[in-house]
T-cell receptor
């Protein structure tokens, strides 16, 4: 029973390409997130959606576009990939409301390598 | 601007001994703190949390201590087991918000 699943697990692509990463959660959570873990192992939030509405949009190039067709799905589309986009991208979800008793549940990550 | 810092990238401990992982934060508005554990090729999994109204929270072998005046928290694992070998991330949040700030993690190795 995978709670937060993201695909693909590995993604190798060339500069300039457009790619998507999909995420689905079956926990009934209202809020979903995309985090990026860079080469320095720093986990940083990129986006957060609550009930399909964008609520957090950190300073991320607009080549990155999240899409939430419903509250169980949050996909990440990346246009014109650059070398610096190489990282591990984690999808996560949580219950709405205060953070107490609503820890993040993470997927297993998508390792993106741009060559 | 990193608001949550874990200054020790790695730690090695003998099995059965205590592991102490440290975390510092800069934002005095943070009032909820969490520890996550991460195995290779997996996502972080929630381990234990503490609210700023407490200074200690215990769950089995894991205890988190919070020192608000020093803006410091620590995770104690007693006794340490080889299965505890993983990367541990500290995270902080404002309870009324929904954004979590993570440290860069400490890789714990428990030697059998």
């Amino acid at each position: 029973d995978t709670a937060v699943s993201q695909t693909p697990k590995y993604l190798v692509t060339q500069m300039g390409n457009d790619k998507s990463i999909k995420c689905e959660q079956n926990l009934g959570h209202d809020t979903m997130y995309w985090y990026k873990q860079d080469s320095k192992k720093f986990l940083k939030i990129m986006f957060s959606y609550n009930n399909k509405e964008l609520i957090i949009n950190e300073t991320v190039p607009n080549r990155f576009s999240p899409k939430s067709p419903d509250k169980a799905h949050l996909n990440l589309h990346i246009n014109s990939l650059e070398l610096g986009d190489s990282a591990v991208y984690f999808c996560a979800s949580s219950r709405t409301g205060t953070v107490i008793n609503s820890p993040l549940h993470f997927g297993n990550g998508t390792r993106l390598t741009v060559t | 601007d990193q608001q949550v810092k874990q200054n020790s990238p790695s730690l090695s401990v003998q099995e059965g001994r205590i592991s102490i992982l440290n975390c510092d934060y800069t934002n005095s508005m943070f009032d909820y703190f969490l520890w996550y554990k991460k195995y290779p090729a997996e996502g972080p999994t929630f381990l234990i949390s503490i609210s700023s109204i407490k200074d200690k929270n215990e769950d089995g072998r894991f205890t988190v201590f919070l020192n608000k005046s020093a803006k410091h928290l620590s995770l104690h694992i007693v006794p340490s087991q080889p299965g505890d070998s993983a990367v541990y991330f500290c995270a902080a949040s404002v309870n009324t918000g929904n954004q979590f700030y993570f440290g860069t993690g400490t890789s714990l190795t428990v030697i059998p």
